[in-house]
Nanobody, 115 residues
Framework: VQLVESGGGLVQAGESRVLSCTASGSTSSIDDMGWFRQIPGKQRELVASISSGGTTYYADSVKGRFTIFKDGANNVVYLQMNSLKPEDMAVYLC??????????WGQGTRVALSS
């Protein structure tokens, strides 16, 4: 399975951004698709996930601001990020789970604050 993220870049506080992740390869039997973020010096954090049935999860820090959705037919998962805050700046990584394990990872896309 290969995952390719896109959509990162420079943003200003309060702006919106949409990240996308395209999965290819052996994507059958995928359980969940999710977005994590990595801030230097901090533990990788699960930001949002969506199950094969469409059930979503959000970290408390992004509830009401971020939305995860997917295009199942094309194996693409999106993360709509609104009202971005300085603390949201991170490398965002897409992941797929199989048998309850986040087994596949993309390279990440960076969202950074524009000065």
């Amino acid at each position: 399975v290969q995952l390719v993220e896109s959509g990162g870049g420079l943003v200003q506080a309060g702006e919106s951004r949409v990240l996308s992740c395209t999965a290819s390869g052996s994507t059958s039997s995928i359980d969940d698709m999710g977005w994590f973020r990595q801030i230097p010096g901090k533990q990788r954090e699960l930001v949002a996930s969506i199950s094969s049935g469409g059930t979503t999860y959000y970290a408390d820090s992004v509830k009401g601001r971020f939305t995860i959705f997917k295009d199942g037919a094309n194996n693409v998962v999106y993360l709509q990020m609104n009202s971005l805050k300085p603390e949201d700046m991170a490398v965002y990584l897409c992941s797929l789970s199989r048998d309850g394990i986040w087994a596949y990872w993309g390279q990440g896309t960076r969202v950074a604050l524009s000065s």
